[in-house]
């Protein structure tokens, strides 16, 4: 990388993006191949690179069985955290097609909203996939494992989930919350 594109990839990036500061650790999204992110998060722990692979459960149904399934939450998509200067040992790993990208550069996802979905997962909380939503009531969720964590509340059936979307990506998960556990922003 040469000093000019250092520089550039230092300032604030538009859009609402955090900046990228060199030598520091941030998440980002890599792009891969349809079905194959296991694989990928595989070969990517085996280079001692940190990965997360958010994942859920599913029940599938044939004629003459059942099954439970563990379905990636973000079909084509790994996260990463890594310093830019080691991009490219992500990018080595067979269908690693790219970075999600800001004017040419990686682009960090919001470190909070990756902590507080490896965390919410962590502590047991169900989570499954769900169309992006970008209009709707956003609320901000004041206890429990994903406190602090804004989204947009919708209604199933008789419950209330919770939309967490990121917006890089144009991703969304949908969370069951307790109506009493969120505030209007």
């Known amino acids: 990388m040469e000093s000019s594109d250092l520089v550039s ?6 859009s609402g993006l955090q900046s990228v500061t060199p030598g520091q650790a941030h998440w980002y999204a890599a792009h ?21 692979l958010p994942v859920y459960r599913s029940v599938r149904r044939w004629k003459d069985r059942r099954k439970e399934l563990d379905l990636v939450l973000f079909p084509g998509y790994v996260f990463v955290q890594l310093d830019l200067k080691e991009r490219l040992r992500v990018l080595q ?4 097609v790219r970075f999600v990208s800001f004017n040419g550069y990686p682009a960090p996802l919001p470190d909070s909203e990756i902590e507080s979905l490896i965390n919410g997962l962590a ?3 169900r989570a499954e996939p769900h169309p992006y ?3 709707g009531h956003r609320v901000r969720v004041k206890y429990g494992p994903l406190a602090g964590t804004q989204g947009v509340l919708v209604r199933r059936k ?21 109506e009493a556990d969120v505030e209007p922003c």
């Open 158 to 178: 008789d419950k209330f989930r919770l939309v967490l979307s990121i917006d890089l990506i144009m991703r969304s998960v949908a969370v069951e919350v307790d």
């Open 32 to 52: 891969v191949c349809s079905r194959h992110e296991k694989q990928v998060a595989r070969q990517l722990e085996e280079r001692h690179v940190s990965c997360f």
């Open 133 to 135: 939503l970008k209009v």
């Open 93 to 96: 790993v067979p269908s690693v």
């Open 9 to 14: 990839v230092t300032e604030p990036l538009q």
């Open 123 to 125: 502590k047991g909380l």
